[in-house]
C-alpha cells in the first residue's frame, strides 16, 4: 500500500472510529435514560403497594355487620355527622347560586343553622350553641381525591359535630371513631401488574442496547487494530523514503 492509499486509509478509519464512539455515546445515554425510567417506574410501584386512604363506616342496613366501609366522601361524612374545616376552623360548604347548602345528617335533619340578618352572627354556623364563618370549598367537597388528600396533607380538618371536636387530622382521629387512615390495598394489583410490565419492557430494552453497544464495542477493537495496521505502513513507508533520500 502506497504512502498516498495508506493516507487515505487513515482518514477514513480515523472518521470511522469516531462516528463508532459517537455512538456509543447515545447508547450509553439512552441506557442511563432507561436507568431512570427504572427508578421512577419502581418509585412508582412502591408509592402504590404503601399509600394510604381516609375510609368512612356508613350505616347500611343491608350488610350483616350494619355498615359498608366507603372511600372517604363528603356526603357520606356529612351523613355520619362530619364537617370540613380549615385551620382557622371556618367551615367549607358546597353552594347552590349564592346559597351556601346545609348538609343534612342520615335523618335528613340539618346539621346545623346559619344565623339571619337579626343576629350578630349573620351569616355564620351555629352548632352546639358555637359559631363558625362559612366559606366555599365546593374545590374540595365535589372532588373525593381532592378532600382526600387535603386532609391527609393538612389542608383540611374534620370536624366531629356529634362531640363538638373541630380540627381533627389523619394523626388525631380516635380509636373508636367511624374514620380511619388505613394502607389502600385497591390499586395494588393493578400496580403490580404495571411494574411487572414496565421493568420487563425496560429490560428488553436494556439487552437490545447491551447488544448494540458489544456489536460497536468490536468494531471499535477492530478499527483500532486496523488504523495501529495502517499507521505502521504509513510510518514504513516514511523510514524507507527517508533512507532512500539520505543514501542518494
Same mark, same amino acid.
Given at each position: 500500500?502506497?504512502?498516498?492509499?495508506?493516507?487515505?486509509?487513515? +482518514?477514513?478509519?480515523?472518521?470511522?472510529?469516531?462516528?463508532?464512539?459517537?455512538?456509543?455515546?447515545?447508547?450509553?445515554?439512552?441506557?442511563?435514560? +432507561?436507568?431512570?425510567?427504572?427508578?421512577?417506574?419502581?418509585?412508582?410501584?412502591?408509592?402504590?403497594?404503601?399509600?394510604?386512604?381516609?375510609?368512612?363506616?356508613?350505616?347500611?342496613?343491608?350488610?350483616?355487620?350494619?355498615?359498608?366501609? &366507603?372511600?372517604?366522601?363528603?356526603?357520606?361524612?356529612?351523613?355520619?355527622?362530619?364537617?370540613?374545616?380549615?385551620?382557622?376552623?371556618?367551615?367549607?360548604?358546597? &353552594?347552590?347560586?349564592?346559597?351556601?347548602?346545609?348538609? &343534612?345528617?342520615?335523618?335528613?335533619?340539618?346539621?346545623?343553622?346559619?344565623?339571619?340578618?337579626?343576629?350578630?352572627?349573620?351569616?355564620?354556623? &351555629?352548632?352546639?350553641?358555637?359559631?363558625?364563618?362559612?366559606?366555599?370549598?365546593?374545590?374540595?367537597?365535589?372532588?373525593?381525591? +381532592?378532600?382526600?388528600?387535603?386532609?391527609?396533607?393538612?389542608?383540611?380538618?374534620?370536624?366531629?359535630?356529634?362531640?363538638?371536636?373541630?380540627?381533627?387530622?389523619?394523626?388525631?382521629?380516635?380509636?373508636?371513631?367511624?374514620?380511619?387512615?388505613?394502607?389502600?390495598?385497591?390499586?395494588?394489583?393493578?400496580?403490580?401488574?404495571?411494574?411487572?410490565?414496565?421493568?420487563?419492557?425496560?429490560?428488553?430494552?436494556?439487552?437490545?442496547?447491551?447488544?448494540?453497544?458489544?456489536?460497536?464495542?468490536?468494531?471499535?477493537?477492530?478499527? +483500532?487494530?486496523?488504523?495501529?495496521?495502517?499507521?505502521?505502513?504509513?510510518?514504513?513507508?516514511?523510514?524507507?523514503?527517508?533512507?532512500?533520500?539520505?543514501?542518494?
Amino acid at each position: 500500500m502506497g504512502l498516498t492509499s495508506s493516507q487515505g486509509r487513515l +482518514l477514513m478509519l480515523t472518521s470511522r472510529l469516531s462516528d463508532i464512539e459517537y455512538s456509543e455515546i447515545l447508547l450509553s445515554q439512552r441506557q442511563n435514560t +432507561l436507568a431512570m425510567r427504572s427508578e421512577k417506574v419502581a418509585k412508582e410501584y412502591n408509592e402504590a403497594m404503601n399509600n394510604y386512604k381516609l375510609t368512612v363506616k356508613v350505616t347500611d342496613t343491608s350488610k350483616d355487620s350494619g355498615y359498608s366501609i &366507603k372511600d372517604i366522601n363528603y356526603t357520606d361524612l356529612t351523613s355520619m355527622g362530619y364537617l370540613i374545616t380549615d385551620v382557622n376552623n371556618t367551615i367549607y360548604l358546597t &353552594k347552590d347560586g349564592d346559597n351556601y347548602n346545609i348538609p &343534612k345528617d342520615i335523618e335528613g335533619n340539618d346539621l346545623f343553622t346559619i344565623e339571619g340578618d337579626d343576629s350578630e352572627h349573620k351569616g355564620e354556623a &351555629k352548632i352546639n350553641d358555637k359559631y363558625y364563618k362559612i366559606a366555599d370549598g365546593s374545590e374540595y367537597l365535589t372532588n373525593s381525591k +381532592l378532600l382526600q388528600n387535603a386532609i391527609a396533607n393538612g389542608t383540611l380538618f374534620i370536624f366531629n359535630t356529634l362531640n363538638d371536636t373541630p380540627g381533627i387530622t389523619i394523626n388525631t382521629l380516635p380509636s373508636s371513631s367511624d374514620i380511619e387512615y388505613v394502607l389502600d390495598t385497591s390499586d395494588d394489583s393493578q400496580a403490580e401488574s404495571k411494574y411487572n410490565y414496565e421493568t420487563t419492557r425496560i429490560a428488553r430494552q436494556d439487552n437490545m442496547l447491551e447488544m448494540e453497544i458489544q456489536q460497536l464495542e468490536t468494531q471499535h477493537e477492530a478499527v +483500532l487494530k486496523e488504523l495501529e495496521s495502517v499507521r505502521k505502513v504509513i510510518d514504513n513507508n516514511i523510514e524507507r523514503t527517508f533512507k532512500l533520500f539520505s543514501n542518494s
